[in-house]
């Protein structure tokens, strides 16, 4: 995406809280690792302007940079990103699968829910890629099932190195609406931070799991 669009993404998401700062203490996620910054882009759903604009965004990616001759399926990663996969397949006309990030215990012990044909362009749709481990699982899912994966659209990535080390043994190109340094960027612009606070945000982006120990918060 081009700066000016990813920028006005972020000045969106922003503009609803998606992304929040904290600093001491700083955010403890599930698997331990502390982090200055917290984002759920489920809170798009909530704002119907915001959603519109961020719909158009991806819709135009896929028109625009994947060509929608390249765009026959829309697969979803479960589950914060099934909102985005069918507001685009809507949007869009398209057949829409989902993919749980563990096969069903119980019924039919589905991954992937929904019909997909062989053979068929499948686009994932994600809402945040950190590790991209989830993006991995979708397109392995789809290529089991004779789907051909290229493409992965989000709407924010933190482009870390394990994420883009991932999605490059998968062999998947990611395009992100927005970024993380670019949220930040743009959150410093807005006042939401500091400039020193930037720089703390920018050196978790560089090395997470050491970050907390660099600013002797363990």
Same mark, same amino acid.
């Given at each position: 995406?081009?700066?000016?669009?990813?920028?006005?993404?972020?000045?969106?998401?922003?503009?609803? !809280?998606?992304?929040?700062?904290?600093? *001491?203490?700083?955010?403890?996620?599930?698997? &331990?690792?502390?982090?200055?910054? /917290?984002?759920?882009?489920?809170?798009?759903?909530? /704002?119907?302007?915001?959603?519109?604009?961020?719909?158009?965004?991806?819709? #135009?990616?896929?028109?625009?940079?994947?060509?929608?001759?390249?765009?026959? %399926?829309?697969?979803?990663?479960?589950?914060?990103?099934?909102?985005? !996969? $069918?507001?685009?397949?809507?949007?869009?006309?398209?057949?829409?699968?989902?993919?749980?990030?563990?096969?069903?215990?119980? !019924?039919?012990?589905?991954?992937?829910?929904? /019909?997909?044909?062989?053979?068929?362009?499948?686009?994932?749709?994600? +809402?945040?890629?950190?590790?991209?481990?989830?993006?991995?699982?979708? $397109? $392995?899912?789809?290529?089991?099932? &004779?789907?051909?994966?290229? /493409?992965?659209?989000?709407?924010?990535?933190?482009?870390?190195?394990?994420?883009?080390?991932?999605?490059?043994?998968? &062999?998947? #190109?990611?395009?992100?609406?927005?970024?993380? #340094?670019?949220?930040?960027?743009?959150?410093?612009?807005?006042?939401?931070?500091?400039? +020193?606070? #930037? !720089?703390?945000? *920018? $050196?978790?982006?560089? *090395?997470?799991?050491? %970050?907390?120990?660099?600013?002797?918060?363990?």
């Amino acid at each position: 995406m081009g700066k000016n669009i990813s920028e006005e993404v972020a000045k969106l998401l922003l503009s609803i !809280g998606v992304m929040t700062f904290r600093f *001491d203490p700083p955010y403890t996620y599930t698997t &331990g690792l502390k982090s200055p910054v /917290y984002l759920d882009n489920r809170l798009v759903m909530s /704002y119907p302007e915001v959603r519109k604009k961020i719909v158009n965004y991806y819709i #135009k990616v896929l028109k625009e940079e994947i060509g929608l001759e390249n765009v026959e %399926w829309i697969s979803a990663t479960a589950s914060a990103a099934i909102p985005q !996969g $069918a507001w685009v397949s809507w949007q869009l006309n398209l057949p829409m699968v989902f993919v749980r990030p563990s096969t069903k215990s119980y !019924g039919k012990g589905n991954k992937v829910e929904g /019909y997909i044909k062989k053979g068929s362009k499948v686009v994932i749709i994600e +809402d945040h890629i950190s590790t991209a481990e989830s993006v991995a699982g979708n $397109a $392995a899912a789809m290529r089991e099932l &004779g789907g051909v994966v290229e /493409y992965c659209v989000t709407t924010t990535s933190y482009q870390s190195e394990k994420s883009l080390q991932t999605l490059k043994n998968s &062999g998947i #190109k990611l395009i992100p609406l927005t970024t993380g #340094k670019i949220l930040a960027e743009t959150a410093l612009k807005m006042g939401k931070i500091t400039s +020193d606070q #930037k !720089g703390k945000i *920018d $050196a978790w982006f560089t *090395d997470p799991p050491n %970050w907390a120990k660099k600013m002797g918060l363990e």
